[in-house]
DNA sequence: CGAGTTTTTGAAGGACATCAACGTCTGTGG
DNA sequence: CCACAGACGTTGATGTCCTTCAAAAACTCG
């Protein structure tokens, strides 16, 4: 909705090297980009939007998703620091991205994929291997939303988040009941509900207003999970 | 379960071209691989197996997916003709996929991506995005999955097939009812009372065991799929 | 402190699942 | 060619998990 707060990007200095053979080079997995900053619900590109960049976060949450017409709306996935997003094979972006909260990113300048491997092998290693990550995580998360009961989501959207942003038992959601629940493919009420009952159950401590849980009992959850 | 009938694969002779500076190469867009047969319910390869090949499907349809120990299965993806499937990033595959009906696919041995780019760069613009393709679909069966009714997602479900197999209105459904729900996250019960409701309504007629529909409406889907 | 937003809790309803039985198709052997 | 068995698909009756509707509680930030 509102793409007009964003920080106008400022040049990232290229890193370059000065090779054996006199060729400059940039160092391998890197390759220059524009630092850029989102503030929290800022959208970074919509769906339908020409297609010009790609990014990887470097500091805060994005949520990608799409929206029915009715309003109906699914987070597909939610990426953290280090997380490619963005990149497309046609030239209109196919789903929207926004800031869940502030958020920078780096951003990398539409190109074909035969450029950029070309360029910098590397990073087009790192890039495909990127896809491949989002891919998996796609595929887990349909399992997720066509088999899973609302408990089992909530005990592996938990587990997930724990893992992937966490290095304790203690996590901070970022995001809000409204954008846990269209990522779990349940309502907000449902969401609560959940957690309330997990709290109860003492596998998990709610605190502060419901954003930090602590995971009290990490192999409960891993069972509830499935 | 059965990976027994699989026709041992035939290797299909490289295709080479001699150069002008004498560099003997392949054809773009193509690589070297493996011709193979599966029969219909044979599995390609199985979750948690040693990762080895990546796949395009040349004739039948594939079903990739995931199950839970329980055993309720969800279906990921079908692939059909021209799809790629089957490419990791760690070393053990992530998903099963199996043949829905006789299936011919061109197996590509594991390698790099890094290999693949320096030896055919436009074969690895192609994986790139074939990848990409496939996350696309995935970001759009999350919606299916997350969001949609059941006369929703089986609208989605009859008009992406006849876009993808069929350059008709009439589509021949290659797999059963079973794999239809494990897809759309529905029960065996619900697809077919869905698609009586549909035939019903005038928006498809059911032939032959239910095995070929004729789309009779197709804007009347369209109109259903959200 | 107070207005607006976000979260929680409660009561009632509905969409799809489950359980059960019947119908239909396919292929095999008499 | 027909009979039969087993697999696959359809239809019906009932149940349940999650949604929807409603309102109160808690939090945020000026």
């Known amino acids: 909705m509102q793409i007009l707060n964003a920080v106008r ?12 053979n006199g060729l400059t080079t940039r160092p391998a997995n890197e390759m220059q980009g524009t630092r850029r900053f989102f503030q929290q619900g800022d959208e970074i590109f919509a769906e339908g939007e020409p297609y010009t960049a790609f990014y990887k976060v470097v500091s805060g949450t994005v949520r990608v998703g799409k929206l029915l017409i009715d309003g109906r709306r699914q987070i597909d996935a939610f990426h953290f620091p280090g997380d490619v997003f963005g990149l497309e094979s046609s030239d209109r972006h196919r789903f929207t991205s926004e800031a869940v909260d502030d958020v920078e990113v780096i951003a990398y300048r539409r190109s074909t994929f035969a450029t950029i491997v070309r360029e910098n092998p590397a990073f087009g290693e790192q890039l495909m291997s990127s896809m491949v990550t989002n891919l998996d995580r796609a595929h887990d998360h349909m399992v997720l939303l066509g088999r899973k009961t609302a408990v089992e989501r909530m005990a592996s959207f938990l587990l ?6 966490s290095r304790s038992d203690r996590v901070e959601l970022s995001m809000q009941r409204t954008d846990i629940a269209d990522y779990l493919g349940l309502t907000i009420e449902t969401v609560s509900r959940l957690l309330t009952q997990l709290a109860r159950d003492g596998l998990i401590r709610l605190t502060k207003a419901g954003r930090t849980i602590v995971l009290a009992d990490k192999a409960g959850l891993q069972t509830l999970r499935s």
Chains 1, 2 share one sequence.
């Open 9 to 20: 990007g400022s040049r990232i200095p290229p890193v370059v090297a000065l090779h054996a």
């Open 160 to 165: 997930d988040l724990a893992r992937r942003t």
